[in-house]
């Protein structure tokens, strides 16, 4: 007897998420903060851990975590907060608790595939509405058409988006507001490295949910995410969460890293300032169009045909940078580079520079 026999074809039918080999590679693919941390840190840090207690389960609310990001990110007192193994169990945990017969999960494209991956392997459908092909703007009049004619149980819009970088104007992000007649996710997991939010606009909407996760400031490692709203909302999303889903190692340097929050603002201002003279100088290399980004990652176009070369030759010197042009007809010809180092740009600059 098969395994086809059983697994439902949907599942079947999806590709898993696929990451790279990097070994022995500069990493510019998956939007990590490229900074260690400072040796005095990590000694202190080391230091806490020695005092966790592996014996015993993790606290289950993971308590001193909330008091830390609520200080941290300013979330209102009367928003409630739920954890996550990174942001990708928490939108699991949303389309379970909304996935229903004729339910659906609608987001933008291009943008973060797992928001499909996660909807369709939950038993939502799963409604892509197109970006505006110029700029990547919300088209507002499409996406109020789909909202009216699908009726979405929830919706996902990553500001600053991904794959792409930019963010999406307020007033467009409002307009969603009022016309879903469910939840609507603002995905912020490029806070660090943009001034806009929406967790001041909390409370101020019955439905919207501002979804963060700390990998982007520094702490992939810990893979921690947090969800902040509505107590209505979160409380009964909650009942979708494994038991002790937030380890005691992760609990545990998450509030010691906030204690240095400072430190993480600083590197991001950083990468900030390297994206800016990335930015410039692949603006400066002929026949490219750099995307305008908020995030830590450019969106780039090559020219045309160019974008699987561009990637091959990067790779064989050395370099491994997130290849787009395949996976949405919106990106042909695009790839997307992490912000690294100063060295790591400068590397990335020399190779290209090379192609010309």
């Not at 017969?101 to 909807?119: D, K, N, Q, T, W």
């Not at 909407?205 to 979160?234: C, E, H, I, Q």
């Not at 994206?275 to 100088?281: E, G, H, V, W």
């Amino acid at each position: 007897m098969a395994a086809t026999d059983w697994i439902r074809p949907e599942i079947q039918a999806l590709q898993a998420y696929a990451v790279p080999d990097a070994t022995g590679l500069i990493k510019l693919d998956a939007m990590e903060n490229p900074y260690p941390w400072p040796a005095t840190l990590k000694t202190a840090w080391a230091d806490r851990l020695r005092q966790v207690a592996l014996n015993r389960y993790p606290d289950p609310h993971a308590a001193e975590v909330e008091t830390a990001v609520r200080h941290t990110f300013g979330i209102p007192a009367d928003s409630a907060i739920l954890f996550g193994n990174g942001s990708d169990e928490i939108i699991q945990m949303i389309a379970l608790a909304l996935a229903s017969p004729g339910h659906c999960l609608l987001s933008v494209e291009p943008g973060f595939v797992m928001y499909r991956m996660i909807a369709l392997s939950c038993g939502l459908d799963y409604v892509g509405v197109p970006l505006r092909s110029d700029d990547f703007a919300l088209d507002r009049d499409a996406l109020l058409t789909a909202i009216a004619q699908h009726q979405p149980a929830v919706i996902f819009l990553a500001c600053p988006n991904n794959p792409t970088g930019n963010l999406f104007a307020a007033d467009d992000i409002a307009a969603v507001l009022r016309a879903a007649p469910g939840l609507v996710v603002i995905d912020e997991a490029y806070a660090p490295f943009t001034a806009t939010s929406h967790l001041p606009q909390l409370g101020q909407y019955a439905n919207l949910v501002v979804m963060r996760t700390v990998s982007k400031m520094g702490l992939a490692g810990l893979r921690l995410g947090f969800l902040a709203g509505p107590a209505d909302w979160l409380d009964n999303i909650n009942k979708m969460r494994l038991p002790y889903n937030i380890n005691s190692l992760t609990q545990t340097s998450a509030v010691f890293a906030l204690q240095h929050h400072a430190v993480f603002c600083a590197q991001a201002a950083q990468i900030c300032a390297e994206r800016t003279r990335l930015s410039i100088a692949l603006t400066a290399l002929p026949g490219i169009t750099v995307y305008p980004s908020d995030a830590n990652f450019v969106l780039i176009r090559t020219p045309p045909q160019q974008a699987a070369r561009w990637f091959n030759h990067l790779q064989q010197n050395g370099i491994l940078i997130k290849r787009l042009h395949g996976t949405h007809p919106a990106l042909h010809d695009c790839l997307r580079l992490t912000i690294g180092t100063p060295e790591e740009n400068d590397a990335v600059l020399q190779v290209l520079q090379t192609m010309h």
